[in-house]
């Protein structure tokens, strides 16, 4: 059974930085080929595609308006992915998930996965 685990959360001033966590066990990144992404949902509104990788090539994909902003990157040894935030604006606070799914290329639309964490509460204060 694929299980994901979001960590890093926490509230941080506006302008400062976060790094998540997303650890996944019941695969294994150096021998299954999977598409592991991030996701943000804030209140009222609907879930947002952030960025995704592959555990095969670390082939990237970005929303287009999280690009310059948020970097993804995957450690295979450590069968994690991360999400580097930095600048973070108050319209950031969202809670945070991680998905993933069998493949190796990376798009990052939320109806394709069908693993996901708990989530980890993100708040930017202004």
């Known amino acids: 059974e694929v299980q994901l685990v979001e960590s890093g959360g926490g509230l941080v001033q506006a302008g400062g930085s976060l790094r998540l966590s997303c650890a996944a066990s019941?695969?294994?990144?150096?021998?299954?080929?999977?598409?592991i992404g991030w996701f943000r949902q804030a209140p009222g509104k609907e879930r947002e595609a952030i960025s995704c990788?592959?555990?095969?090539?670390?082939?990237?994909d970005y929303a287009d308006s999280m690009k310059g902003r948020f970097t993804i990157s995957i450690d295979n040894a450590k069968n994690t992915v991360y999400l580097q935030m930095n600048s973070l604006k108050p319209e950031a606070t969202a809670v945070y998930y991680c998905?993933?799914?069998?493949?190796?290329?990376?798009?990052?639309?939320?109806?394709?996965?069908?693993?996901w964490g708990q989530g980890t509460q993100v708040t930017v204060s202004s």
């Open positions: 998905a993933a799914d069998q493949g190796t290329i990376p798009i990052v639309i939320p109806g394709m996965y069908n693993y």
């Open positions: 019941g695969i294994t990144f150096d021998e299954d080929d999977y598409i």
């Open positions: 990788i592959s555990s095969y090539d670390r082939d990237t």
